[in-house]
């Protein structure tokens, strides 16, 4: 939000500080400054001036040299660059010594050889309107030597990130309450239009009519004939603009004006253009109405209206329509000042994407004890600046609901949270009192506009922020608690990051919200179906995404594109899966994406292997949890080969794949993509926890070869399972280093295969013997020909 200093200053004398202090006076109370503009200039030193004569300069083409008259009785040479003026033009000057909004400080100097004392200036160098190409011509009745700051009024603009549940700063009133409560400084009370001053009545049936309270507990209007339309004053223009708002007529510049002024958002129609009475009520079904932005919604039966006997005439807290807007012919109006409850106008304005300053206000939640206090002030205004007569009543339809009620104070708990030694309970009440609250006894009577403030503590919060949280002390007072399951899960995912990010692996994180063509290009048709957003903010993120393979391909085509070789990609995060019943299951992934060399190029191997699938699985086996990784195939979709299902002993840990490379091409891809998705809850599961280290070994070992024939359908998973399953004390290890298969069958039969592995043996108390070793050997060779069906090569 914009806010003015000197709008601000109409509230309270904010003289005695800087904007610097002002800025770190908001930040720490929790308002956060996003920015500060400087328009115009404070100094005195910027004048008006009067071009005399002009020349070119003699050492530049792009360059005059001007003799201007500053009001001091003799000419001032300026070298300009500037070529939009005239001799007897008047325009701005900035004399040595003046400073200029961004710290620029003008002083005297030479420009290519000759004396420049000063410079004219453009609009946009003295934060005045915007870059003309040129100086800023001035109009030719002002006087010479009339500083600048008295014809345009320079002022601070603070640009605020206000938090939803502070919606009683949405305005200067707003504003300015907080930093009397803040500094000290007692606000104008003149300045307080809060008060209502109207004589009110019950609104007749035909008057104003609530069909739909939940959504409009409080309705007023009133009545105002013979206005006349037209240009707002200049101060009136002048507030606005200085906030980035633009005047459209002197009736709507005022609901404008009370809106920021006070934060209760206004609506004038055209009387002549209503047709009956107002209703307000729920749209019927198939209604639409044309707003003031120029489109045409279409509006659903849960959407807030207001109407008159023959249509919706305005979304009801989000925008008005254009049939009755207020125009340059208007001569009578209707003023609207209401309550809508927040959750009506979110749930509108998010729908029709349609956001204004109104229903940014109605959706965080307005004081319904202002809504008279508003209407009664832009009467006044529209009386004095446009004309007219008000009728003398306001009519009121509904009553304004009591969002707040009276806390009690636990002073005892306050003193303890604050932990401030030497605070006594009377400064709390003092800053409590400065916020607008009211003591009755322990209770306390709390402002109609702080809707925020709900219980006990929240007063402990204020007095927290009013005094300065470096004042709180920091203490730790929390106590150990036991590691969770919740705990326990977070290590395990953190384990798992390392230990990808140690095998060269990079991070990513991608939206979990996608387009359902870009789910179809990574995964073909997923079974289930999707999980589409009722309401989706683009057509790019319509789906919940069913897996997390689409967004990091689109990473890897972004990284290709960016001239990456090498791919090792991975991300831990949510899925969406749609079930039969249609409700949406959600699980935790891990996704590995792997492509390119398996080592990067260097000037002793300029050319490396290519990664290939048996890197990925090696990546997967050397996962925390993950042991006797066994492969099943399953169909292919037309994106995937060698698609497989990857399991360990009885666990299902997800699935491992290559990418098509009709897809790889389409992603720029120069070396095949291998990906596998695997479930974190099956990972956890195989975990024994923290890593668990041994000696080294004191003693050498000895190794034995086996090799043997077996089917070939026979999968390598089942002679790793039986070499697993042995209970040998001195066998260490096992590892298949050889793999024969002869599909010409001239040397071995098409449907066998050789294997051959090798056998580790060592005691952890002696150097073996080779009889120990054989024996121990020759058993397990028989074991293996006993359980599967072997043939061993002797």
């Not at 914009?2 to 003289?15: E, G, I, K, P």
């Not at 605020?160 to 200067?172: A, G, K, Q, V």
């Not at 008159?308 to 807290?317: K, L, Q, T, W």
């Amino acid at each position: 939000m914009q806010v003015s200093l000197n709008w601000l200053s109409t509230h309270l004398d904010l003289s005695a500080y800087t904007t610097p202090q002002l800025s770190d006076l908001l930040t720490f109370a929790g308002i956060e400054v996003e920015g500060i503009e400087q328009k115009g200039v404070a100094s005195d030193k910027v004048i008006v001036a009067q071009i005399q004569s002009f020349e070119q300069h003699p050492n530049a083409d792009k360059l005059s040299v001007c003799q201007v008259d500053d009001g001091s009785g003799s000419p001032r040479q300026i070298v300009c660059g500037a070529k939009n003026f005239k001799a007897g033009d008047k325009v701005p000057l900035a004399l040595p010594g003046a400073a200029l909004p961004g710290g620029f400080e003008i002083k005297e100097g030479k420009l290519r050889g000759v004396d420049s004392l000063g410079m004219m200036c453009s609009g946009k160098e003295l934060g005045i309107g915007e870059d003309t190409g040129g100086l800023w011509i001035l109009d030719s009745s002002l006087p010479v030597g009339k500083p600048i700051n008295q014809i345009v009024e320079s002022d601070t603009l603070f640009d605020l990130e206000i938090t939803p549940n502070r919606s009683d700063l949405l305005s200067h009133l707003g504003l300015a309450r907080e930093l009397s409560a803040l500094t000290g400084i007692p606000l104008k009370g003149e300045r307080d239009h809060t008060k209502a001053t109207s004589q009110t009545r019950a609104a007749k049936a035909d008057e104003v009519t609530l069909e739909a309270t939940d959504g409009c507990p409080y309705y007023t209007a009133r009545v105002i004939k013979g206005v006349k339309v037209g240009p707002s004053p200049a101060w009136l223009k002048a507030r606005l603009e200085s906030i980035g708002l633009r005047p459209i007529n002197n009736i709507v510049d005022i609901t404008n004006y009370v809106m920021m002024e006070m934060g209760q958002s206004l609506h004038a129609f055209d009387l002549d253009k209503l047709q009956g009475g107002i209703t307000v009520r729920r749209a019927k079904e198939g209604e639409k109405i044309l707003a003031l932005d120029g489109q045409e919604y279409a509006l659903l039966t849960e959407d807030l209206v207001i109407a008159d006997n023959a249509r919706p005439v305005a979304i009801a807290g989000v925008m008005g329509g254009e049939e009755t807007g207020v125009v340059e012919g208007t001569t009578n109006i209707l003023l609207e000042s209401a309550y809508f409850t927040p959750s009506n106008i979110r749930r509108t304005a998010r729908r029709l994407t349609l956001h204004s300053d109104s229903s940014y206000r109605f959706e965080r939640g307005i004081d319904p004890h202002q809504v008279q206090g508003g209407s009664d002030l832009a009467v006044k205004l529209i009386l004095e600046i446009a004309g007219g007569t008000a009728e003398p009543e306001l009519k009121v339809a509904g009553e304004a609901p009591q969002l707040v009620s009276d806390i009690v104070f636990d002073e005892a708990r306050a003193l303890k949270l604050l932990g401030i030694d030497g605070f006594k309970i009377e400064e709390a009440h003092a800053i409590l009192t400065k916020l607008g609250l009211t003591q009755h006894g322990t209770s306390w009577t709390i402002p109609s506009y702080r809707l925020d403030l709900q219980r006990s503590v929240d007063l402990v919060e204020e007095v927290a922020r009013v005094i300065g949280l470096d004042r709180v002390p920091a203490k730790f007072t929390a106590t150990f608690a036991q590691g969770d399951a919740t705990d326990r899960q977070y290590d395990h995912a953190m384990q798992l990051r390392q230990a990808l990010a140690n095998r060269g692996f990079n991070e990513a994180q991608t939206l979990r919200l996608i387009s359902t063509p870009q789910t179809n290009d990574a995964l073909g048709n997923p079974t289930g179906g999707l999980a589409a957003l009722k309401n989706p903010l683009s057509e790019d993120h319509t789906t919940l995404r069913p897996s997390i393979v689409p967004g990091l391909l689109a990473s890897a085509a972004l990284n290709i594109r960016q001239g990456a070789d090498r791919l090792r990609l991975f991300e831990i995060g949510r899925v969406f899966l749609k079930m039969p019943n249609g409700m949406v299951r959600e699980e935790e992934r891990l996704t590995i994406l792997l492509s390119g060399p398996v080592s990067p190029s260097s000037w002793h191997a300029r050319v490396a292997k290519a990664a290939d699938i048996f890197d990925l699985r090696g990546v997967i086996e050397s996962l925390p949890g993950v042991t006797a990784l066994e492969t099943k195939a399953l169909k292919n979709n037309g994106t995937f080969l060698l698609h497989s299902e990857l399991k360990a002993g009885n666990r299902v840990l997800g699935w491992i794949a290559q990418l098509h490379p009709a897809r790889a091409r389409q992603l720029d891809a120069r070396d095949p993509i291998y990906v596998c998705e695997l479930l974190l809850s099956a990972l956890r599961q195989g975990s024994t926890g923290p890593a668990k280290f041994t000696d080294l070994p004191r003693f050498p070992g000895m190794t034995r070869d086996v090799a043997f024939e077996l089917p070939a359908d026979v999968p390598n998973a089942k002679v790793a399972a039986f070499f697993g399953s042995i209970k040998e004390p001195l066998l260490i290890s096992t590892a298949l280093f050889d793999v024969f298969t002869d599909p010409t069958g001239t040397k071995l039969a098409a449907d066998r295969k050789s294997l051959a592995w090798t056998l580790t043996y060592r005691a952890p108390d002696k150097t073996l013997e080779t009889a120990e070793v054989d024996a121990t050997h020759n058993r397990i060779v028989s074991a293996l020909e006993k359980a599967l069906p072997v043939v061993v090569r002797r």
